[in-house]
């Protein structure tokens, strides 16, 4: 098989500079034959149009990769993102909701792609001994992503059984949900702690040190949250809110729970569960590390890498 040379091009910047990397991006089409698309929503405006231009004079092929849940919301109120979509060779979201979201609105060219994570090994869950549950929240730290829920789930459930159960918050703080989380703060008490932020690398391996991922997620934008992929890997059972796709990652009493948004009650009643029947945590624990194998790389690239090249070889048989 030939070796392929990999180039590429970063356009976040600001956007009066964007201009200005209009001919450097048509330099790199000119020596390339496939082009995979990372698009912000900046870029669906900016980027995207050039990109389905170079796709209609060459033989080039254009994939979009969409990070999250918003390029089907976007593509549905803006008729221009539809027709630049519709003219790329595939859309790769991920989750099976969006693809059919894509799907209703004649984009037929939307191909599940889920969130990858790459990993050597994931943890072997053991049996935890009796001691506190340790749930952790791990996202940013914005009244969207349910942390507020998480707290509030945690003191319930301490307040039902006393010591059954703590959580550790990371993530950044908005910069305009300071005072909030300042306020939300002074009620945690000695079971619930925020500590800071943890680089990308180190998530797994902080994440090892929990037993339950609790991640009640209201936000807008979420497509298949990475948090959910290195939890599994941590071998953590999974509590997230019934929202989006979440139900497509975490399979109800299989590998978490999938629970209604926003009720922290419910969460509450889950970590007790859990507490009491540390069987039941560790078999969840184990389901979760398992399932983690879907979102390697090497599980998921195929599906952008077989699907490259497949306009080429169209081309070729109808010659």
């Known amino acids: 098989m030939p070796s392929a040379t990999v180039r590429s091009l970063d356009f976040g910047v600001p956007q009066w500079r ?86 209703a609105m004649g984009l037929r060219n939307a191909q599940y792609f889920p969130n990858a994570r790459r990993f050597d090994s994931v943890r072997k869950p053991v049996l935890a001994e009796a001691r506190p549950l340790r749930a952790v929240f791990l996202s940013r730290v914005i009244p969207a992503k349910g942390v507020e829920v998480a707290v509030h789930s945690v003191l319930a459930a301490n307040r039902s059984r006393p010591g059954c159960c703590t959580l550790d918050v990371y993530g950044p703080v908005g910069t305009e949900d300071h005072e909030w989380f300042a306020s939300l ?34 936000y807008a934008g979420e497509g298949f949250a990475g948090v959910i992929v290195e939890a599994m890997i941590a071998g953590l059972t999974i509590l997230t809110s019934d ?52 979102y390697h ?16 070889q169209k081309l070729r048989a109808l010659r």
């Open 18 to 103: 964007l201009p200005s990397l209009f001919g450097r991006l048509w330099l790199e089409l000119a020596r390339t034959d496939v082009l995979v698309v990372l698009p912000g929503p900046r870029a669906v405006t900016w980027i995207l149009p050039q990109c389905a231009a170079w796709r209609a004079v060459s033989r080039g092929e254009v994939h979009v990769i969409a990070v999250g849940g918003w390029l089907a919301r976007l593509a549905q109120t803006s008729a221009a993102a539809r027709r630049n979509l519709q003219l790329c060779d595939g859309i790769y979201v991920q989750s099976h909701q969006m693809a059919k979201d894509f799907a």
């Open 243 to 294: 929202w989006l796709s979440n139900a497509e990652v975490v399979d109800h009493g299989r590998n978490g729970f999938v629970l209604p948004a926003k009720d922290a009650d419910a969460f509450a009643a889950k970590l007790l569960q859990l507490d009491l029947d540390r069987q039941l945590l560790l078999r969840l624990q184990q389901q979760a590390a398992q399932d983690a194998c879907n």
């Open 185 to 218: 703060e002074r009620g945690f008490g000695s079971s619930v702690r925020y500590r800071g932020v943890v680089p990308l690398v180190d998530a797994q391996r902080t994440l090892r040190e929990y037993d339950v991922l609790v991640f009640p997620t209201t």
């Open 297 to 312: 790389p090497d599980a998921v690239m195929p599906i952008l890498l077989d699907r490259i090249g497949c306009r080429e």
